[in-house]
């Protein structure tokens, strides 16, 4: 499972990537112990990163559970 921040994925959005499936939305809550340590903290939007290429076939697949990227996408993050 693979998140991104709602600016990494209008990034991505806007580049023609390989192996991108698409993003869906998710909730993220805070704990308490996050509320204590950090009560004024704003969290980013994150999304699912949803990954259906081929691992060194396409610029995004997973391979045993690990992301692999082409060195386009690389350099791209």
């Known amino acids: ?8 994925k209008q990034a991505l959005e806007s580049k023609e990537f390989s ?3 698409h993003f869906e939305n998710i909730k993220v809550t ?3 112990n996050f509320e204590e340590l950090y ?3 704003e ?3 994150f999304f699912l ?7 060194k076939q396409d610029d995004f697949g997973v391979a045993v559970g ?4 082409s060195e386009k996408a690389l350099e791209f993050l």
């Open 1 to 8: 499972v693979f998140y991104v921040t709602e600016k990494l």
């Open 19 to 21: 192996g991108v499936s």
């Open 30 to 32: 805070k704990s308490e």
């Open 39 to 41: 009560p004024e903290k």
């Open 43 to 45: 969290l980013p939007s």
């Open 49 to 55: 990163f949803r990954i259906n290429g081929e691992a």
């Open 66 to 69: 690990k992301l692999i990227v």
